[in-house]
């Protein structure tokens, strides 16, 4: 990977008229306004103070602290992982249901579709994404896609723990080391403490880091407003790996367009989009996409950890959930032998009952598909 040391450092101030929390929920649009007037919505040119172009990199510092607030890289993907994560993002969608939007459906501002791991939204019981639509369960194919999730975020984590400044590698060790969080394993619920070797187009390969966060989302057109992120980790990360225009025929066809950019509000700047761009922000700060016309296409994949999420393993991890969740949980995924054999090992594992050899796990449970391989190193 090349280094980010030869790349500029841009310090910034906050913008002067800047009010906290003014704008939460306003969205912004670039050139003309796609909203009903219902909608609350501003011309993002009236808060930008700095555009990074779409053929432009740099990292971006605080000018009084010297505070990293953002690094925006380009083509830094190899061309073979960003088809693979393209072909992945189109399989999340045709595998897996979106994630409900809380905005409007109607202004048609794309979706989510989440892997991994979360805490349910109606009690906060720690589970993974049951999303997978039905005709998939139990089968080759789910186990198949699930190889490739596993693979893709894997990927996109070694590019941004390898090239990201230290500010934000120290801050994600760091969660992980003292949440003992899993990572997306494809459902293993961090079942063993050793390496995955994933297999990437049909190749078996090890990773300085072998697994992503726990949580990771996929994205087609997916633009959301001023809004703020009360996560654990101090910056999120994202790729964005297609953008284009649909021809009359719905195919996509290599182009640029004004929209889908990325804001950070308080700062004034703006990330324009473009194929193979790798960024990283702070989620506590005011942030968003600008609206995406309708005959434009980007896809995009990102990485977090969310408060919840981990508040939920940690008590997973300390045997202090509530009974009826646990209960849940087990009912959840009851009809999933691979991944309730997986929870099963871990809960033995962490109480030190573990009888079962993780040579017999990988035989039995985890079968070929995830393609597991143990050594003597450790995770990350």
């Known amino acids: 990977m090349q280094s980010v040391r030869n790349i500029q450092t841009i310090y910034i101030s906050p913008r002067d008229n800047y009010i906290e929390g003014a704008l939460i929920k306003t969205w912004l649009y670039e050139s003309k306004n796609p909203f009903p007037s219902k ?197 999120a990360f994202a790729c964005c790996s297609n953008r284009g225009i649909y021809d009359n025929q719905r195919t996509i066809q290599k182009g640029n367009f004004e929209g889908g950019n990325f804001f950070l509000t308080k700062w004034g700047i703006k990330i324009e989009m473009a194929a193979n761009t790798l960024w990283c922000w702070p989620e506590k700060d005011e942030h968003g996409t600008t609206a995406i016309p309708s005959h434009e296409y980007q896809a995009a994949w990102s990485q977090n950890l969310a408060k919840r999420t981990v508040t939920a393993i940690e008590k997973w991890r300390k045997g202090t959930e509530n009974p009826d969740h646990v209960k849940y949980r087990q009912n959840q995924i009851a009809n999933d032998s691979y991944a309730a054999a997986a929870l099963l090992t871990s809960l033995k594992k962490d109480d030190g009952s573990e009888n079962e050899s993780e040579e017999e796990l990988e035989k039995e449970e985890l079968g070929e598909f995830m393609q597991l391989r143990f050594n003597n190193r450790k995770w990350c």
């Open 39 to 235: 909608i609350k919505a501003i011309d993002a040119s009236s808060i930008i103070n700095l555009i990074i172009h779409h053929n432009e990199e740099a990292i971006i510092r605080e000018a009084n602290t010297n505070k990293l607030l953002m690094v925006v890289l380009r083509n830094r993907i190899g061309e073979d992982v960003l088809e693979y994560l393209n072909t992945t993002i189109t399989e999340m969608f045709d595998f897996r249901r979106p994630v409900a939007r809380q905005e409007d459906e109607s202004l048609n501002q794309g979706h989510l579709a989440a892997a991994g791991y979360l805490a349910t939204r109606q009690c906060g019981i720690f589970t993974h994404v049951l999303n997978l639509k039905k005709q998939y369960h139990r089968s080759d194919l789910q186990y198949r896609h699930e190889t490739k999730v596993v693979a893709v975020n894997a990927l996109l984590f070694n590019y941004a723990m390898g090239l990201f400044p230290a500010e934000f590698t120290n801050n994600i060790k760091k969660a992980l080391e003292e949440y003992n969080l899993p990572r997306l394993d494809g459902y293993n619920y961090g079942a063993t403490n050793k390496d995955f070797t994933i297999s990437y187009m049909d190749k078996k390969i090890q990773l300085p880091f072998p697994l992503g966060l726990c949580q990771a989302y996929a994205a087609i057109n997916y633009a959301k407003y001023n809004h703020v992120d009360y996560n654990i980790l101090d910056f």
